[in-house]
């Protein structure tokens, strides 16, 4: 992941110092700007769909495999929906995901090797 991108995506997490969409829009219709709001959606839904399965008692496991790539394929099984929500996340994204507040918490990880 770009650095640049990385940097914006972690001022969109942090509530201490806030990054306005608004006063920054310059920054955010260049293509890293637009990539780092992706990645925050992204994410956010991910964190929400956790905590959210956390919050019922059920279980939210996630399955990395490791790729040749650095990239990370985030299965994540949720018994509340009887469902599977299967994302393709790079190493940075998962770091990303595992620092949002609760997520650490309410994952359980599973490392397997592809």
Known sequence: MDPFVRRLVERLHDP???LSRNRHFHTFETPEGRAALKV????RSLQKDILACHAEGFRAR??????????????????????RRVSMLQSDEFELLTA???????????DEAA
């Open 16 to 18: 201490s110092k806030p």
């Open 40 to 43: 925050v959606r992204r994410l």
């Open 62 to 83: 996630i399955f990395r495999h490791a790729t040749g790539k650095g990239e990370h394929r985030i299965e994540l099984l949720m018994e509340r929906l009887s469902g």
């Open 100 to 110: 949002l507040p609760g997520v650490r918490d309410a994952l359980e990880v599973f």
